[in-house]
């Protein structure tokens, strides 16, 4: 199944990341792209999130449709009753200043127990609502596709920038032995007086500059491996290499248009933002849904009974009807909110477009890029054999009296540069290999493992910087239990 074909249909819908999920579950083995894009998967705090969003959405829907369905309440009290009288009245035949008073003093208690049901006969606005629910959940769908496209090639990015920068620290260092055993030699013509000063001065500044470039190479593979960490929650002390095997060819089809109109069918951000326009449409039926009347079935029943010495039994009533409802003015409100959604429907539309715009430019742009890094892996490549055969021939030179060091040093450096800029090549590449397929919406579990199958087994290591405490560098990286859902 491709990630990037993500169907709208109900059904599909909750097996979409248990499909993606349970394609890399693999047995135990050494730390490849497969086994860490699992990692990233099943512990990347954005994804996890973005599957909690989903489920949100999902609940919203039957949290509206929930209003069409009968509705039934049940109330009642239990009352405490006390009332106290005072009354006089004077009779005929009675002397004046002389009355009857009588006073009653009387405590009880009551009791009542209301039943009612609803049901919606005619409701245009709950209607609206749940479709726009329906329709968050179309978008909601695309979006957890984009976020989990988007955590692939985060993952491959920051695989492939250790291994590159792996690789660039190999040549620094062997640009910095290289070097030094050149700024050796000087000395030691120097102290014969085979050569001037100047020259070893020349040495020490190459060996210094190369020295520096050797440390960054260093700081550059320990970022990189802390980038991958962050992904992934996990922290893995070597990877896999890639091969020198690694095919270079054109994007397969080679039709540039092909990879556009993969992009306007199937990328997950344009097709989010195109179900945006109906969400919005919605929107728009929503607010004028209010001027329509609301039409219910009702039945309740009361009960009431109390235990005055005044009154005996009790009472009951019970009423069954329909009630309707139509909002004839409500001050504008309406208006105003169809005017709204309105507007709110033409800025979906422009951003529609505009992501539309946007993933076709980069489309095109990315396979001019995979095009060009085609040509420029090769000529990377020649260039080393030429700098090699370069750097021989001005040593050849050097020996012989027609070269000085500085030609030689910068025949070193050369090499070793054209050796770092093979590998930018061949990483560039791969990233943006994945890319296109980002982009195009075509990245998924198969374009892993194929890329996967480049490489070699042979592992690169990270060791942490020597006096460093290996228990406080884990520490450091703890960045604690994940939540406990619904917690």
């Given amino acids: ?28 083995q050494a730390a490849d792209l497969v086994n860490i894009t699992r990692d990233a998967l099943n512990n990347n705090a954005a994804l996890a999130s973005a599957r909690a ?14 209003a069409l369905l009968p509705q039934v ?35 009880y208690n009551t009791a009542s127990l209301t039943l009612e049901a609803t049901q919606a006969l005619f409701n245009a606005v709950t209607r609206q609502e749940v479709n726009q629910a329906e329709r968050q959940i179309d ?37 910095e032995r290289a070097i030094g055993r050149q700024l050796e030699q000087a000395r030691e013509q120097f102290e014969v007086g085979l050569i001037a000063i100047t020259e070893v001065e020349e040495a020490r500044a190459s060996f210094d500059q190369s020295r520096a470039d050797r440390i960054a190479a260093e700081s550059n593979l ?5 980038v991958l960490e962050q992904l992934t929650g996990q922290r893995y002390a070597s990877i896999d290499a890639l091969g020198d095997s690694m095919p270079i060819a054109l994007p397969t089809p080679t039709d540039r248009n092909y990879w556009v109109e993969q992009a306007i069918e199937r990328n997950p951000q344009v097709l989010a ?25 009702f039945a309740n029943y009361q009960y009431s009974d109390s235990d005055s010495d005044l009154v005996s039994g009790y009472n009951t009533s019970s009423q069954v009807g329909v009630s309707a409802n139509l909002p004839i003015y409500t001050g504008g409100s309406t208006s ?85 800029n093979y590998a930018e090549a061949r990483y560039d590449y791969v990233v943006n290999l994945l890319s296109l397929r980002q982009q ?30 290996p228990d406080a560098y884990q520490r450091a990286m703890d960045i604690g239990a994940p939540p406990t859902p619904g917690a």
């Fill in 1 to 28: 199944m491709r990630l990037a074909h993500w169907a709208v249909n109900a059904p599909f819908r909750p097996l979409l990341l248990a499909v993606l999920t349970s394609s890399f579950i693999l047995p135990a």
């Fill in 53 to 66: 969003e989903f489920s949100s959405v999902e609940a919203a829907s039957d949290v509206a449709s929930g």
């Fill in 73 to 107: 309440n049940a109330s009642g009290n239990v009352v405490h009753n006390q009332q106290y009288e005072s009354q006089s009245s004077s009779r005929a035949g009675q002397s004046a200043g002389s009355d009857a008073a009588g006073v009653s003093d009387d405590r």
């Fill in 139 to 175: 978008q909601q769908v695309y979006l957890l596709a984009a976020t989990e496209q988007q955590l692939l090639i985060d993952v491959a990015s920051a695989y492939f920038d250790i291994l590159r920068a792996h690789e660039v620290l190999e040549a620094r260092l062997a640009q």
């Fill in 222 to 226: 320990q970022v990189a491996f802390e």
């Fill in 273 to 297: 933002q195109q179900a945006g326009i109906e969400l919005s449409r919605v929107g728009v039926e929503l607010a004028r849904a209010g001027r329509m009347p609301t039409v219910q079935a």
């Fill in 336 to 420: 105003a909110r169809i005017r709204q959604g309105t507007f709110q429907l033409e800025s979906s539309q422009y951003d529609f477009e505009s992501q539309r715009r946007t993933t076709i430019q980069q489309v095109r742009s990315l396979y001019t890029q995979v095009s060009n890094n085609v040509d420029t892996v090769e000529a990377r490549q020649q260039a080393i054999v030429s700098n090699r055969s370069a750097l021989e021939a001005t040593r050849a030179g050097y020996e012989v009296g027609t070269r000085n060091i500085v030609d030689v040093l910068n025949a070193e450096q050369s090499l070793y540069n054209a050796i770092a």
């Fill in 440 to 469: 195009a919406g075509l990245l998924d579990v198969e374009a892993i493992e194929d890329v996967n199958a480049w490489l070699t087994g042979d592992e690169v290591n990270f060791t942490l910087p020597e006096g460093g405490d």
